[in-house]
């Protein structure tokens, strides 16, 4: 018997564990089906996710329409599936399915306040969706949507809008009327521009727009989006930013990495502000410092074109734990870096730094603290003016003359971890 003969007659390892084929497009089988429908009338909630339907079975579009329908009515007191204990359904989960469409009939579930239809190929959402007046989340990621269906704008008490990853290439003016949108995320899409009505999203919390096309901002945005914490505009072509940005006073994360900008934002208002991500840009200088909030910690100015570091900034940061100034064309340090008594890692990699001030070098020579030579010198300088910062405000005890603490601190590939004693000097004026 040959081998080609043998392997036909070989008992499949993994019959037993397949799936029977579905009638229909039901890959659970129509027992499987009913059994979750009859859990779902009675909880509200269905999940028909990862069962490659190409299409939504009727049965689940008339959860609500076919409820009781030609059932025997049990009066016993133990029985728990009557239709006047089925509950309308209200969260709808399709994800990982095949499904091209949402059709008209979604307009049979009016309770609906959760959908999730992730990850299929839907084209097209039907204008009726509007008629889920109760909808609240939406999730239509990863899906080949175009554009988003007039319809969905009438939804007023929607609060949580996922569109990123599909082939959006505008949206409507119509998204003012989400009032009550907190988040929205149309990330990695095709968007040139964005309607002037998103800046009147005054809930919306958290806002990703990355990963598109954009080269400008309505000039209306951030002017009344008082309620903005997470803003995310990284991956565009954004060569400046609107004087509305001023206006989020509620912002804490911020970040615009790979885009154009020659000009930092003035974010001076934003008075809980946190982190600011603005590395993969074209900056050249950061002004006088000011545009910065004092509450900033962390700080990310890599792959820049910044030639020096605002001494404003090391004044006014009080707050600033992380520095990046990776790769930008720093040759030189200012002293009231030794300002910044928070600072707990600063990364230097790819800056020409070469040098140090005289007046610093000497007084670090007499301490025998900085005896290295080049990049190494100018990191060491930065570690002892960090030191000095801790003590310049403070009655030494006899106890402990010489504080403690600890910096990180990189360059040109190298990293250190400094923690060391330091003598109180104060450095004489050049």
């Known amino acids: 018997m040959s081998y080609g003969e043998r392997s036909r007659g070989r008992r499949d390892p993994r019959s ?30 269905l999940n028909i996710s990862g069962r490659s339907f190409t299409t939504v079975p009727q049965e689940v579009w008339r959860i609500n329409l076919d409820a009781g329908k030609g059932q025997v009515i049990d009066m016993s007191v133990n029985s728990s599936d009557n239709w006047y204990d089925q509950t309308e359904l209200a969260k709808l989960f399709m994800a990982s399915n095949a499904l091209e469409a949402i059709p008209d009939d979604i307009a049979n579930l009016p309770a609906l306040v959760t959908l999730d239809a992730h990850d299929n190929i839907i084209r097209d959402v039907t204008d009726r969706i509007c008629e889920c007046m109760e909808l609240k989340t939406v999730n239509l990621a990863h899906n080949k949507l175009a554009k988003i269906p007039y319809g969905m704008c009438d939804l007023a008490n929607l609060q949580v809008l996922r569109l990123e990853h599909n082939q959006l290439i505008e949206l409507p003016e119509a998204v003012s009327r ?47 989006m008082d309620s903005m914490e997470d803003l995310d505009l990284s991956s565009n072509k954004l060569a ?117 001030r005289r007046y610093i070098q000497s007084i670090a020579s007499e301490s025998h ?11 060491l300088f930065c570690v002892f003016l960090f030191q000095l910062s801790r003590v310049q405000d403070e009655c030494l005890t006899e106890e402990e003359p010489h504080p403690r603490c600890s910096l990180f601190v990189s360059t040109r590939g ?17």
């Open 16 to 45: 037993g564990f397949r799936r029977p084929a579905a009638s229909g497009g039901d890959n659970g089988g129509s027992g499987s089906t009913a059994a979750m429908l009859k859990q779902a009338r009675a909880s509200g909630v």
């Open 178 to 224: 989400w009032s009550m949108l907190t988040e929205l995320d149309v990330s990695d899409n095709a968007l040139s521009t964005l309607p002037d009505g998103i800046g009147n999203l005054s809930q919306v919390r958290k806002l990703s727009v990355a990963r598109n096309r954009l080269q400008e901002l309505p000039s209306s945005f951030g002017t009344y």
């Open 240 to 356: 400046v930013l609107p004087r509305g940005m001023r206006s989020l006073r509620t912002l804490v994360r911020l970040d615009v990495r790979y885009n154009v900008l020659e000009r930092a934002p003035d974010l001076s208002n934003a008075a809980r502000l946190k982190e600011i991500l603005l590395g993969y840009n074209r900056l050249s200088d950061m002004g006088d410092g000011t545009t910065l909030p004092l509450t900033l910690q962390i700080l990310d100015m890599r792959d820049n074109k910044l030639s020096s570091l605002p001494a404003a900034m090391c004044v006014r940061l009080e707050q600033l734990e992380r520095l990046d100034v990776t790769n930008n064309d720093l040759n030189v340090l200012p002293p009231e870096l030794g300002l910044l008594r928070s600072l707990k890692s600063i990364v230097l990699d790819g800056n020409p730094i070469r040098s140090i």
């Open 369 to 379: 603290q900085v005896e290295c030579a080049g990049t190494w010198r100018a990191v």
């Open 414 to 430: 190298y990293h250190m971890s400094h923690t060391d004693t330091f003598p109180m000097c104060r450095p004489e004026p050049p």
